[in-house]
């Protein structure tokens, strides 16, 4: 008993010192750590920085933006460039195609992700592994701009809403982050359930979905950003504009205000822009900001699931 008591105590004596070998180990000098932070508070800076430039510009009055652009603080505050953008339907309307697009897009995503996630967490099921790999070569090879035009075509999707999310539906890394989360789910919950007569679904529904909040938040955030910023769908496969997507209006306010900028270089004009009551960068930022302040609303309530989803889901597989 007693050399049972001295080998558990040398045995604490060993974690406890071989845990303070590795604290030392994984401390970073001082100065090594001062690096670290102003290089973080750089990225940081370099990162806000311009975004808070946009907001001011946004509330700006057009003289003052037309003076000094650079700037960090609202200067004669006014809202005359919202006013200006929301004056038409165009903005409104691409916001309800954007908004339509993120929410059933996410929940039609999530839907297949999980259903897919959750027979491809099952190794025992024959063909695992060609299965795996038909998700995993899709993101590895692409098919390319044309036959995916020539794809949509056939199916009648050209013009519509529905273009913006049924291409998108299933995106392999979420599908694999997915599945790995599920995949490190204990088998043992799920032969109980077995045995208590729950069919595949009723399982996937009552015992796995409600463990698995954090990977569903964090690839349903995934999901969201993608539909809400993804512009490239409405410009390649829709030509009406009205069905045009957010992204895709910011974008032509954006081109045409260029374009207005480029042919007004004379000094009259230079002079006109001056007394302007809202310049083209004021209709600019206005614009980015209302494009960018929706997804910023949702972030917060999904940051606490985030990390951890993106780690439990890479663990295992």
């Known amino acids: 008993m007693v050399a049972r008591e001295q080998d558990i105590g040398h045995s604490e004596e060993g974690a406890a010192l071989a845990l303070g070998v590795n604290r030392k180990l994984d401390a970073n000098p001082r100065w090594a750590q001062a690096i670290i932070l102003v290089l973080l508070a750089a990225a940081g800076l370099a990162t806000l920085l311009p975004m808070v430039n946009v907001w001011a510009i946004s509330f700006s009055e057009a003289h003052e933006v037309f003076k000094n652009p650079m700037m960090l603080w609202p200067k004669s505050f006014t809202l005359e460039a919202y006013k200006y953008i929301f004056h038409t339907n165009v903005l409104l309307k691409s916001f309800g195609i954007t908004v339509f697009a993120a929410v059933m897009g996410t929940f039609l995503s999530l839907v297949f992700t999980a259903t897919g996630a959750y027979g491809l967490s099952k190794t ?175 972030y917060p309530f999904l940051q606490k699931y985030f990390v951890k989803g993106i780690m439990l889901g890479s663990v295992k597989g």
Do not use: C
């Open 124 to 298: 025992h099921i024959p063909g695992h592994r060609l299965l795996l790999w038909l998700v995993i070569i899709p993101m590895l090879f692409g098919s390319g701009l044309i036959p995916m035009y020539i794809l949509l075509k056939n199916l009648g999707l050209l013009n519509s809403v529905w273009v913006l999310i049924l291409p998108k539906l299933v995106a392999p890394f979420n599908l694999i982050l997915m599945r790995n989360f599920f995949w490190s789910i204990p088998e043992s919950l799920e032969e109980s359930a077995q045995l208590d007569g729950a069919s595949e679904l009723r399982i996937l529904w009552s015992v796995i979905l409600p463990l698995s909040k954090p990977v569903i938040a964090t690839v349903g955030l995934f999901y969201a950003v993608g539909y809400w910023n993804d512009f490239f769908t409405g410009l390649f496969f829709i030509s009406d504009n009205s069905k045009w997507p957010l992204q895709m209006v910011l974008r032509s306010i954006v081109i045409d205000f260029n374009m207005l900028n480029m042919g007004s270089q004379n000094t009259n004009t230079m002079n006109d822009a001056a007394h302007m009551v809202v310049q083209p960068e004021n209709i600019k930022a206005a614009t980015i900001i209302f494009a960018i302040v929706p997804i910023l609303l949702v």
